[in-house]
């Protein structure tokens, strides 16, 4: 059976701003840590029998970018479970509005999370098959049951040693103040034009000289420092000052807040 490209993964992981598109929820599709956390999930199903399944479908629509969405394991398995609730249609809707958040340009790291989706995507357990099977190669084993899985559970991408990803903290208040920064600069009602999500991005990249959570932990406090001026900046945070509101945490705020120490 077919899969999603590498290059729909791609695209699908730059607008899901790494975060479960269901809404409110806040996990990450890959953790700070490498830990996969997320799953490739069809709005209608790829086979027959599975949850929304369209007959009318070619295999090329449903592993198109169109049918699939990037959700939590939790969120994933509840979606399946109570397909009578979550329609393709509300599956749709939860897909077009969350990706509306997310960025337009794909990243060059995108392959590398895009190629690790679809590592652990593929760590499937094909049964109760009535035809035959051809495992996506010529010439191979054609059989009624093929079981395929991989030596690890969890596929993970570790972070350089000595950069703010490897440290969970300080990754996390640097994506809160890029989060907030979007929010702010994103929602501005008197912007002209649409938002580009990817140039904050650029820009950190341009003077650091490297991905945001690939600049030095000796850098974090100058990476902070150019962040908070960049929020401080955005209209949103003028009226917040202006009414005696803060507009971000500060990094022990941060710390306290979400249990890390």
């Known amino acids: 059976?077919?899969?999603?490209?590498?290059?729909?993964?791609k695209r699908l992981f730059a607008l899901s701003n790494?975060?479960?598109?269901?809404?409110?929820?806040?996990?990450?599709?890959?953790?700070?840590?490498?830990?996969?956390m997320g799953k490739i999930c069809h709005i209608n199903a790829k086979s027959k029998g599975g949850p929304r399944f369209d007959a009318k479908q070619t295999d090329e629509e449903r592993n198109s970018f169109a049918n699939l969405v990037l959700l939590c394991g939790n969120h994933h398995d509840q979606i399946d479970k109570q397909p009578e609730l979550y329609t393709a249609e509300v599956l749709q809707e939860i897909k077009?509005?969350?990706e509306k958040k997310g960025r337009i340009e794909i990243q060059p790291?995108?392959?590398?999370?895009?190629?690790?989706?679809?590592?652990n995507y593929r760590q499937i357990n094909i049964t109760n098959n009535s035809g035959r099977i051809?495992?996506?190669?010529?010439?191979?084993?054609?059989a009624d049951t093929v079981h395929i899985k991989t030596v690890k559970k969890n596929v993970k991408v570790m972070p350089p040693d000595g950069t703010i990803s490897s440290d969970l903290r300080l990754r996390g208040y640097v994506k809160h103040l890029i989060d907030r920064y979007h929010e702010f600069a994103g929602e501005d009602p008197t912007r002209k034009g649409n938002f580009f999500y990817g140039a904050l991005y650029n820009n950190i990249?341009?003077?650091?000289?490297?991905?945001?959570?690939?600049?030095?932990?000796?850098?974090?406090?100058?990476?902070?420092?150019?962040?908070?001026?960049?929020?401080?900046?955005?209209?949103?945070?003028?009226?917040?000052?202006g009414r005696g509101h803060k507009s971000y945490s500060?990094?022990?705020?941060?710390?306290?807040?979400?249990?890390?120490?």
């Open 109 to 119: 790291e995108d392959s590398i999370f895009a190629n690790v989706l679809l590592n």
């Open 205 to 241: 990249k341009k003077n650091f000289g490297v991905k945001w959570d690939f600049v030095p932990i000796v850098r974090f406090d100058e990476l902070v420092s150019y962040l908070h001026k960049r929020i401080d900046k955005t209209r949103q945070a003028c009226i917040n000052k």
């Open 96 to 98: 077009a509005n969350h």
């Open 250 to 261: 500060t990094f022990d705020e941060f710390c306290e807040k979400h249990d890390l120490s």
């Open 134 to 142: 051809i495992v996506n190669s010529p010439g191979a084993i054609q």
């Open 1 to 9: 059976m077919k899969e999603p490209s590498q290059q729909t993964i």
């Open 18 to 36: 790494n975060r479960c598109a269901f809404p409110r929820c806040i996990s990450p599709i890959i953790a700070p840590s490498g830990n996969v």
